[in-house]
């Protein structure tokens, strides 16, 4: 913090400035509040001195999600003449980063060539339809566009590509 104070411009007042260079406050979301209070002394030409305090209340404004991670980003296959699994297959979790600390994300399948093979089931586990064959032969990748949505609103899209491990017998 900084606190420069400026020659008075008139008689009977006084300016000053507060910066808060080098000081991380992108972590606060929306509506998030953080305080900082300040002791000020004044003394005038006489000697006579005043002292007060200054309480500055920040108040966070929504930054959006800035990426998005899928972990992991493999399936296995399976092994065999019927590659199909007999539920939908969790490919990984699905997780976001956003300054805002507190905030929490929702997740949607927004696109991509193989959308219609994916789901997102119980708020961030991205799942693979059973009629999706898990044969790298057959099909080595699937891609999805995943987009996360912030509780303000504010969203990420991220277009991802799952890999289907082969697994030689």
């Known amino acids: 913090f900084s606190v420069g104070v400026q020659d008075a411009p008139a008689p009977g007042s006084t300016g000053w400035a507060y910066e ?12 998030e509040t953080i305080a900082f209070t300040f002791v000020v002394s004044a003394e005038d030409s006489q000697g006579a001195v005043a002292t007060d305090e200054v309480r ?8 959006g999600p800035t990426a998005i991670a899928l972990d992991p980003q493999t399936v296995n296959e399976i092994p065999g003449a019927n590659a199909f699994a007999a539920d ?3 490919v990984g979790t699905l997780s976001s980063a956003d300054l ?3 905030d929490t994300h929702g997740y ?3 696109g991509g060539e193989d959308a219609a093979a994916f789901r997102v089931h119980n708020g961030n586990l991205l799942q693979l339809a059973p009629s ?9 990748e699937y891609r999805v566009t995943v987009r996360s949505t912030d509780g303000q609103g504010q969203s990420h899209e991220l277009a991802l590509v799952v ?4 697994i030689v017998t």
């Open 20 to 31: 808060a260079s080098g000081l991380d406050l992108d972590f606060l979301a929306e509506g």
């Open 56 to 63: 500055i209340t920040l108040t966070g404004r929504n930054d």
């Open 88 to 90: 939908w297959t969790t």
């Open 100 to 102: 805002d600390a507190t």
């Open 108 to 110: 949607t399948i927004v």
């Open 132 to 140: 999706a064959p898990l044969d790298a032969e057959y099909k080595s």
């Open 163 to 166: 890999h289907i491990n082969d």
